[in-house]
Nanobody
Framework: QVQLVESGGGLVQPGGSLRLSCAASGSIFSIYTMAWYRQAPGKQRELVATMTRGGFTNYGDSVKGRFTISRDNAKNMAYLQMNSLKPEDTAVYYC???????????????WGQGTQVTVSL
């Protein structure tokens, strides 16, 4: 069984910064892509950032230049540094990871429970 647990969300003023963390645990053989998604009330879940095991990154257009994804493969961790936050960044942020639980298993998508980020005065 695999678990993803996010932390680091909270309330921040516009222009401020937050750092989200995602910890993967359980029966993990290898973690491939790790990613952050977000979902605001009444909107569809959208991609924020992805990072392959080898370090290739991709960002949603709305966060380019402000957010940075990183990961620590040895610790099975992913991070999202969010700078210059705007009210429109308010959402529940979800960690996603593509994980193989054994050498012969298929790669499966896992999701965390989400962490709330609120950007407001």
């Amino acid at each position: 069984q695999v678990q993803l647990v996010e932390s680091g969300g909270g309330l921040v003023q516009p222009g401020g910064s937050l750092r989200l963390s995602c910890a993967a645990s359980g029966s993990i053989f290898s973690i491939y892509t790790m990613a952050w998604y977000r979902q605001a009330p009444g909107k569809q879940r959208e991609l924020v950032a992805t990072m392959t095991r080898g370090g290739f990154t991709n960002y949603g257009d709305s966060v380019k230049g402000r957010f940075t994804i990183s990961r620590d493969n040895a610790k099975n961790m992913a991070y999202l540094q969010m700078n210059s936050l705007k009210p429109e960044d308010t959402a529940v942020y979800y960690c996603n990871a593509r994980i193989a639980t054994s050498l012969s298993s298929t790669v499966t998508d896992y999701w965390g429970q989400g962490t709330q980020v609120t950007v407001s005065l």
